[in-house]
Structure formats: C-alpha cells, structure tokens
C-alpha cells in the first residue's frame, strides 16, 4: 500500500483518544510543531465533548464508546499520532480496589492495542507516533501483593504496562517512557 498524505508530508495529523476536555491538544498546540493538527477527538462523556467543542470546535470531538471503534474508519483519518490519556481510575495507587487490565474502564484501552492498531498496521496506516499519558501507578498495577515502593525501586512491570510495550514492540515500534512531574514544566498543581 502506498503512504498516506501525512507519512509522505511529514504532518502530524493526531488523533485523540479519552480526549476529556481537550488537554493532550492543548499540549500539541502549544508544543510549536509546525502544522501538527488534532483530525479527531473521542471520548465518552458527553459534557467533556461540550466543553471540548467549544475550546477547539464541533467537528473534531466525537461522543463514542471507544471500544467500538475500528481499524477502516480510523484509517479514513490518515492520522500518524495517537494521543491517549485513558483512564487511570483502574491504576491509581490512590484506589485501594484498583484492578489495572481487569476493570471494565481499561477494556477500550486494550481494545485499541489488541484490535485496532494491529488492524491498521495490516492496512499500513498505523500511526508512526503513539503518546500515552497516564498515573504512575499505570507502571505498576498488576499486583496488590508487593507494596508500591517495590515497584518504583525495581521498575517490574505492571501488567497493561507490560502488555502495552509488548504489543508496540512486536508491531516494531521503538518505545520511550518518562515519568514526568508538573514542578519540571515550572507548575506547582495541575
């Protein structure tokens, strides 16, 4: 298959999944990339999508189940950037009941890695960026047997953690991970 506009033109053309109101956007807007552009933004809460509607306009935002979606209408996007933000309520250290991979909410995460990414790159229209922002304890939920400072010491890996970077490896992605803190970016709170 022939390369889509955006991998010719070297363009990014992004698409935002778990977009709440719009701050992973925000972020690629403000980063001073030449041209880069948001194509589409996902979420399933419709007042985010209101309040993101009126910071970046009506035609981007779409109210969906982001477990339905797939690989053929994403390619029509020709996006060649991910920007997830999914939900951290399965890997925060702050929810004692917190079940990672296993909660219901992680389900459309991994339906994207598992379904969709795997369904694009078998069309050639994967994209060539993927920025996954989440809690640190996405690094270390799996396990509520050894305490969180065990994790953060010896960098074991949680289990969507894991599954994540084995999936992009095995689609040959080259990963990175940083755990960033907002005082680094001159932010006392966020």
Same mark, same amino acid.
């Given at each position: 298959m022939s390369m889509s506009d955006s991998q010719r033109t070297g363009t990014i053309r992004a698409i935002e999944f778990y977009s709440g109101?719009?701050?992973?956007?925000?972020? &690629?807007?403000? @980063?001073?990339?030449?041209?880069?552009?948001?194509?589409a933004a996902y979420d399933w809460d419709?007042?985010?999508?209101?309040?993101?509607?009126?910071?970046?306009?009506?035609?981007?935002?779409?109210?969906?189940?982001?477990?339905t979606l797939a690989a053929p209408d994403l390619a029509k996007l020709d996006a060649n950037m991910w920007l997830l933000s999914p939900s951290c309520q399965p890997?925060?250290? &702050?929810?004692? @009941?917190a079940k990672g991979a296993a909660d219901p909410r992680a389900q459309s995460f991994l339906h994207l890695i598992d379904?969709?990414?795997p369904g694009l790159s078998t069309l050639d229209m994967h994209p060539r960026y993927l920025l996954v922002e989440n809690v640190a304890g996405f690094q270390v939920s799996g396990s509520k047997q050894t305490p969180i400072w065990h994790f953060l010491i010896y960098r074991k890996d949680s289990t969507t953690?894991?599954?994540?970077?084995?999936?992009?490896?095995?689609?040959?992605?080259?990963?990175?991970?940083?755990?960033?803190?907002?005082l680094q970016f001159g932010y006392s709170k966020l």
């Amino acid at each position: 298959m022939s390369m889509s506009d955006s991998q010719r033109t070297g363009t990014i053309r992004a698409i935002e999944f778990y977009s709440g109101i719009g701050g992973l956007h925000l972020a &690629l807007h403000r @980063s001073g990339i030449p041209g880069a552009t948001v194509v589409a933004a996902y979420d399933w809460d419709q007042t985010a999508c209101q309040v993101y509607a009126e910071n970046f306009g009506t035609d981007i935002v779409h109210k969906a189940d982001i477990a339905t979606l797939a690989a053929p209408d994403l390619a029509k996007l020709d996006a060649n950037m991910w920007l997830l933000s999914p939900s951290c309520q399965p890997y925060t250290v &702050l929810n004692p @009941s917190a079940k990672g991979a296993a909660d219901p909410r992680a389900q459309s995460f991994l339906h994207l890695i598992d379904n969709v990414l795997p369904g694009l790159s078998t069309l050639d229209m994967h994209p060539r960026y993927l920025l996954v922002e989440n809690v640190a304890g996405f690094q270390v939920s799996g396990s509520k047997q050894t305490p969180i400072w065990h994790f953060l010491i010896y960098r074991k890996d949680s289990t969507t953690r894991h599954h994540l970077v084995s999936a992009l490896q095995k689609l040959g992605y080259v990963t990175a991970e940083f755990t960033l803190n907002p005082l680094q970016f001159g932010y006392s709170k966020l």
